[in-house]
């Protein structure tokens, strides 16, 4: 038996992604290796989902809930506690391998794949941090599972490393769930967690937020539990200032230094890596460079907002029905590349084979811009712009415009302009 689309992973963006390939009357199976569908999102109790799709605010479980509703609404096939362990091409099929207690290890065939594994949390190893290796020392995602699935607090007097929002956020539940949260060093000099978080995560509960700042120290006690730590001021390089150093007595340091698209699954495929977004690079379609590989959601860029997961994984699932329907025929490619202040673009080529009425390019800045232009150039013709308020690296930006302006001789470059 070959499946139409195999869906990897159950969260905000492969429930989406399967919903929309579904109502396209195409066959879907969503493998998830937990014990429910959600991801992330079953561990986010705090509110601050669903703004722009549903106009109201949610807490994580209940946007979740939203769409494993509908999922359930469609009788979408989907096996759980099953994990997929390789993923290869041969010839036109794709051949999935999952494992799990109740069917072992097993084999599956389907005609595409969309990819909606997540991300994983940088560790303390990734950073090389100085000091002692004490418990006590945990990724802010760790910690905020531990407490609000399992039900576990992970310490008394806590330090945050790092300033993006799972940083910002477990800074105000361990602070509301009784810790003396002492501070959160960040070392670039500017936040890297969304606005709103800084303000009703630190600034509402007093926490002091130590820009360009990083821990040069972790000391243990006799049991080997995490005793001190010491937070330094940095240069312009990342250098530790000598003079400036800060001891804070704590048993808990948790880590929010960066999120990582889990692309483990593509190893054994030969699929082209953006070294910027650290995921594969796509066409307008969401398609890798292996035809009939479709990627989104955090797997493919990590994102602010879960609203724009869903709607990204929405259009990848209709582009895999495309797919499936040969509505793509190939033709020449051309390269979006980041240009002035961009760290990074998604998607990274846009083909004219895929039948489109208006390209989506999402990116982040490389700096933070009080005022600013979003230019679109090919060659030196100006071909879209929009002006934009604030623009931070936190923040992914999305812009979207026709293609009629576009040909397939020059590639397309993406540039913030400071005003
Ligand atoms: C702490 C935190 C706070 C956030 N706060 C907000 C907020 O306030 N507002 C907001 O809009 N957004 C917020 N976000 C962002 C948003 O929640 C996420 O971007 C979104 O939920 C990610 O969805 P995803 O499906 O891409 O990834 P995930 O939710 O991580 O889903 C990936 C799924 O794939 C499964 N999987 C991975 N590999 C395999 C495999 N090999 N086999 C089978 N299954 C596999 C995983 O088990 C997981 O369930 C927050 C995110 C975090 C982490």
């Known amino acids: 038996m070959i499946v139409d689309v195999i869906v990897i992973g159950g969260g905000a963006s492969g429930l989406a992604a399967a919903i929309s390939v579904k109502k396209r009357n195409k066959q879907v199976l969503l493998i998830e290796r937990e014990n429910e569908l959600g991801g992330i999102l079953n561990q986010c109790i705090h509110n601050g989902f669903g703004l722009e799709v549903f106009k109201e605010e949610y807490t994580g479980p209940e946007y979740a809930y939203k769409f494993i509703e509908e999922f359930n609404d469609l009788k979408i096939d989907y096996l759980l506690n099953t994990t997929v362990i390789k993923l290869v091409k041969n010839g036109d099929e794709f051949v999935v391998t999952i494992s799990s207690t109740a069917q072992g290890l097993k084999e599956i065939k389907a005609k595409a794949v969309i990819i909606s594994s997540g991300c994983y949390e940088r560790t303390r190893g990734q950073i090389a941090m100085p000091g002692e290796r004490p418990r006590g020392v945990i990724t802010a995602g760790s910690a905020q599972r531990y407490l609000n699935i399992n039900g576990y607090m992970v310490g008394k007097k806590a330090f945050i490393l790092g300033s993006g929002d799972i940083g910002l956020i477990m800074a105000r539940r361990m602070h509301l769930e009784g810790a003396e949260v002492l501070g959160v060093a960040e070392i670039m000099p500017y936040s890297n967690g969304l606005n709103r978080n800084i303000v009703q995560c630190l600034n509402d509960f007093d926490i002091p937020l130590y820009l360009s700042h990083t821990v040069t120290n972790v000391e243990s006690d006799d049991s080997k539990r995490l005793k001190a730590i010491t937070i330094q001021q940095v240069d312009e390089r990342f250098n530790p200032i000598s003079g400036t150093e800060k001891r804070f007595e704590v048993d808990t340091l948790l880590l929010s230094i960066g999120l990582i698209p889990d692309i483990t699954l593509l190893d054994d495929l030969s699929v082209e890596v953006d ?145």
């Open 275 to 419: 070294q910027k977004t650290k995921s594969s690079k796509i066409n307008q379609a969401y398609e890798t460079s292996v035809p009939g590989l479709f990627i989104c959601g955090n797997s493919l860029q990590v994102h602010d907002l879960v609203d724009n997961v869903s709607k990204e994984s929405s259009r990848a699932g209709n582009c895999t029905a495309d797919f499936l329907e040969n509505k793509f025929k190939p033709r020449k490619k051309i390269n979006i590349i980041p240009g002035k202040n961009i760290l990074y673009v998604a998607p990274q080529y846009l083909d004219f084979g895929w039948d489109f009425t208006d390209l989506i390019i999402s990116f982040r800045s490389s700096k933070k811009l009080e005022k600013a232009i979003a230019k679109v150039y090919q060659g030196d013709n100006l071909v879209y712009q929009k002006r934009r308020t604030f623009v931070v690296p936190a923040e992914m930006e999305t812009i979207s415009f026709p293609y009629q302006e576009l040909n397939d001789s020059q590639d397309i470059r993406v540039e913030l302009e400071e005003l």
